[in-house]
Structure formats: C-alpha cells, structure tokens
C-alpha cells in the first residue's frame, strides 16, 4: 500500500512511517475485547508517537467503550457519596435542598477544600484492612460509634439541633456511616453551603476549623463510627470563632490558597 506523505514537523524525514496495519476495534473482531478496552482507556503514555487513521466509525466508540466499561471507571465513592451546592430555602433541613438547576460538587472541589472522603466495606468494618491501613497512616487510634435516632442517642432533640448549628471543631471530624444516612454541610470559599450526603460505606474527615453542620435526611437514621487521634474532643464552636488558631490555620491553608478550580462539576449527573 502506498503511504501518503505527511510532514508535521520540519525535523522529521519523507515517509517516516514505514509500518502500517489495522485495527477493527469491536467485540466480535477482537479477542479479549473487554481487557483491551479496559489497556486503552487506562491513562498513558507512549515512548513513540501514537498515529492513527479512522476509516470507519467514529469517536462515537469512545463513548460506547466507557458505557461497556460502566462502574469500573467510576469512581467508587460516587455510590456512597455525593455533593451538591444547597439552594437559599427555609424548607425542611433534612429534605436535599438542591439549587435549580442542581450544581454537583467533584470530589477534586471537595478536596481543596480539605474534605477527604473513602469509600469503604461497612459490612466488615472490623476486619476490614483498608480502614485498618487509614487508621494506621492518619493515627486514628480512638473509635466510637454514634447512632443518631431517638432511641438510641440521649437528648435526641436537643442534639438534633446542635449538630445544625454551624460550628467548627479543633480537631478533624472523621465520620465513618456503617448505616443508614445524613448530610454534612460544609462552607465553601465564598461561604456558600455544599452538601455532602454520606451513605453506607462512605467515610469523610472534615478538618479542624472547617465551618459545617449535619443533620439527618428524610430517612431519619445514621449509625457513624467516630475516629479520633489520641483523646476525643467533641466540643463544638459555634460560628463565629474566628479567632481560634484552628480556623485561622484553616483560612491560611484552604480558604486564601491560590488555584482554585471550579467549584461545579459539569458532569455529575
Ligand atoms: C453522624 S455523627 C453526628 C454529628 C456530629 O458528631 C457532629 O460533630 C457534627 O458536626
Ligand atoms: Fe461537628
Ligand atoms: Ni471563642
């Protein structure tokens, strides 16, 4: 076959691709279709250039590869996991309380804002290795359960209502839901409120100094399992208490960071 000459870059000679073959990428063309989809979209990178010409189909495959891929690229906190910005209304605190049109928040958004969150195996939390090596690298030597529903967490109502004041602790708030559901509200750069609803499974630390609240969904019910290195304290400072060394620790290493992205993640759906 005669190769077409092209030339892209000054430096390189006439008919440099002297190799040429083709590829038909569809499942019944291909052997180990899955696995190769799976090298393809894998991120990387070539020590030569990567030349292609599409005869037939289209880009449309690249879509179609990731839908055949499904959950594995996912990233798997997203089932236990999301975040959103809160709309200005007086409804109901434990209704979702999205904004129109809804404005999800990454987990990249999240974590500049020193949200760190895991998503974990909450049916076998006590042997479960992964919890095991966090605790381990973050020195969560202290673990306690909180169940939040009338029965089981004295002063129900009195406690239901401080948790949703806004408040900062010195400490990291790490939460780990082993069941049920509820929702950390955290403030932004600009101070606006990003909801974070965990679910089984889901773990996330706040870190000290971080203005939040929480409070339960419609399903009314979290058992969380509390972590804390060395001691627990608990103690909750109610907005404002900006002079605490804590907050102020905080502004200086999240809030006047240079860099910040964009705050909404176009694609979540
Ligand atoms: C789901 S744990 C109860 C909430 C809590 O402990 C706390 O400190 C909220 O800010
Ligand atoms: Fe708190
Ligand atoms: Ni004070």
Same mark, same amino acid.
């Given at each position: 076959?005669?190769?077409?000459?092209?030339?892209?870059?000054?430096?390189?000679?006439?008919?440099?691709?002297?190799?040429?073959?083709?590829?038909?990428?569809?499942?019944?063309?291909?052997?180990?279709?899955?696995?190769?989809?799976?090298?393809?979209?894998?991120?990387?990178?070539?020590?030569?250039?990567?030349?292609?010409?599409?005869?037939?189909?289209?880009?449309?495959?690249?879509?179609?590869?990731? *839908?055949?891929?499904?959950?594995?690229?996912?990233?798997?906190?997203?089932?236990?996991?999301?975040?959103?910005?809160?709309?200005?209304?007086?409804?109901?605190?434990?209704?979702?309380?999205?904004?129109?049109?809804?404005?999800?928040?990454?987990?990249?958004?999240?974590?500049?804002?020193?949200?760190?969150?895991?998503?974990?195996?909450?049916?076998?939390?006590?042997?479960?290795?992964?919890?095991?090596?966090?605790?381990?690298?973050?020195?969560?030597?202290?673990?306690?359960?909180?169940?939040?529903?009338?029965?089981?967490?004295?002063?129900?109502?009195?406690?239901?209502?401080?948790?949703?004041?806004?408040?900062?602790?010195?400490?990291?708030?790490?939460?780990?839901?082993?069941?049920?559901?509820?929702?950390?509200?955290?403030?932004?750069?600009?101070?606006?409120?990003?909801?974070?609803?965990?679910?089984?499974?889901?773990?996330?630390?706040?870190?000290?100094?971080?203005?939040?609240?929480?409070?339960?969904?419609?399903?009314?019910?979290?058992?969380?399992?509390?972590?804390?290195?060395?001691d627990p304290v608990w103690t909750p400072?109610?907005?404002?208490? *900006?002079?605490?060394?804590?907050?102020?620790?905080?502004?200086?290493?999240?809030?006047?960071?240079?860099?910040?992205?964009?705050?909404?993640?176009?694609?979540?759906?």
């Amino acid at each position: 076959m005669r190769m077409t000459q092209i030339r892209t870059r000054s430096d390189k000679t006439e008919d440099i691709y002297s190799y040429m073959d083709m590829l038909d990428l569809f499942p019944e063309k291909v052997e180990n279709y899955d696995e190769k989809l799976k090298r393809f979209y894998t991120e990387h990178i070539h020590g030569d250039e990567e030349i292609r010409y599409c005869l037939k189909g289209s880009d449309r495959w690249f879509e179609q590869a990731r *839908d055949r891929m499904g959950s594995e690229s996912k990233d798997p906190r997203e089932e236990v996991i999301q975040a959103w910005y809160m709309d200005d209304s007086d409804a109901d605190q434990r209704l979702p309380h999205h904004r129109d049109p809804q404005e999800f928040v990454s987990f990249e958004k999240l974590d500049e804002l020193g949200v760190l969150s895991w998503r974990l195996d909450a049916d076998n939390y006590e042997t479960d290795p992964e919890l095991k090596k966090i605790r381990e690298d973050r020195g969560y030597s202290y673990m306690d359960f909180c169940e939040v529903c009338p029965e089981k967490l004295p002063n129900y109502e009195e406690k239901i209502k401080n948790f949703y004041e806004e408040h900062l602790h010195t400490d990291e708030e790490i939460r780990y839901c082993v069941a049920g559901s509820g929702y950390f509200d955290v403030r932004d750069r600009d101070e606006a409120w990003i909801r974070v609803w965990v679910k089984k499974g889901a773990m996330i630390v706040l870190p000290a100094g971080i203005y939040h609240r929480f409070t339960l969904d419609s399903d009314n019910y979290i058992k969380a399992m509390r972590l804390f290195v060395g001691d627990p304290v608990w103690t909750p400072f109610n907005r404002p208490h *900006d002079h605490l060394p804590a907050r102020q620790e905080y502004v200086d290493n999240f809030v006047n960071k240079a860099g910040c992205g964009p705050a909404v993640d176009a694609t979540a759906a």
